[in-house]
Every structure is written in C-alpha cells, then in structure tokens.
C-alpha cells in the first residue's frame, strides 16, 4: 500500500487546515486508517483513527473535540479536518494503514506515507 499525504503547511493558532491522504495498492476498504504525528524532538504519536468502514473513528484526548477524521473509500482517501489549531500541534502528519491490531498503537500499523509538516504559530 502506497500511501501520500497532502495539505500541511504554515498557518495561525486558531485556524484551521486540512490534511488528505491518498492510498493505492491494495483494497482499501479492508484497512483501518490512522493519523499520527511527530512534534519537534518528541516520539510519534497518536492522532485519529477510523475504521474500514468509516463507521467507528477514535481521537487522542489533546485533539477531541478540534479534529476531525473522515474517509472515502471510493476515492480511497483519507482526511483529517484541523480546526482550532495550537501551536502544540505542530509537527509531522503522518497518515497510515492496518489491517488489525490496537488503533493507537503506532507499531500495530503496517503502511505509512512519507508525512507532512504543519506548523501553527502563535
């Protein structure tokens, strides 16, 4: 499974971005979608989740409420809708893919794009 991201880039605390995911190379509506991220200088960590079907997703506690994750399976994307960014949430976007295993658990996924930064200033 190949996987691209799109959509990072610079913007103000407050506002919102849109990171998308494209996935080629294999079905993908029998993969679980995640995002991931990586802070400056920090491990990778969970963002979102959601399920093959699109009908189950699940969101780290520091986004809850601000992100939002969606998927098409037609088009085979994936997207993560930001909004009321922090500067906390700079870092690398990372999107990937599973086929089992714990939705959080950064090893349990088998696919990842190659990330895209975004950056939030205060």
């Known amino acids: 499974v190949q996987l691209v991201e799109s959509g990072g880039g610079l913007v103000q605390a407050g506002g919102s971005l849109s990171l998308s995911c494209a996935a080629s190379?294999?079905?993908?509506?029998?993969?679980?979608m995640g995002w991931f991220r990586q802070p400056p200088g920090k491990e990778r960590e969970f963002v979102a989740s959601?399920?093959?079907?699109?009908?189950?997703?699940f969101y780290a506690d520091s986004v809850k409420g601000r992100f939002i994750i969606s998927r098409d399976n037609a088009k085979t994307t994936v997207a993560l809708q930001m909004n009321s960014l922090k500067p906390e949430d700079t870092a690398v976007y990372y999107c990937?893919?599973?086929?089992?295993?714990?939705?959080?658990?950064?090893?349990?996924?088998?696919?990842w794009g190659q990330g895209t930064q975004v950056t939030v200033s205060s």
């Open positions: 959601i399920s093959r079907s699109g009908g189950s997703s």
């Open positions: 190379g294999r079905t993908f509506s029998v993969l679980d």
């Open positions: 990937a893919a599973k086929s089992s295993g714990s939705v959080t658990r950064r090893y349990d996924y088998d696919y």
